[in-house]
């Protein structure tokens, strides 16, 4: 019948899959950010050093939640081709 084309619940899973990959990534990017932001505010650095840590917690933050997002949506993708 409709050979090679998805149901409208298939459409609907992957939107929600997708939703809560990029919701999940968000909040574990701004997490990462967070805790590495607080170390120049505890040890009180500033000038070029603080910039640094900021800028670093800013890659490991993106870094974190891309990673995060490409695991979620990559194992969604796994399970939906086994037919789970």
Avoid: C, H, N, Q
């Avoid at 997490?31 to 500033?46: H, N, Y």
């Amino acid at each position: 019948m409709d050979a090679g084309r998805e149901s409208r619940w298939e459409k609907d899973a992957m939107t929600v899959e997708i939703v809560f990959a990029l919701v999940t990534a968000a909040v574990l990017a701004g997490a990462v950010f967070a805790v590495t932001s607080a170390r120049p505010l505890a040890f009180d650095l500033s000038g070029s050093a603080s910039k640094g840590v900021l800028t670093g917690g800013a890659l490991a933050g993106a870094a974190a939640g891309v990673w995060r997002l490409v695991r979620v949506l990559y194992r969604f993708d796994v399970e939906r081709r086994k037919g789970r």
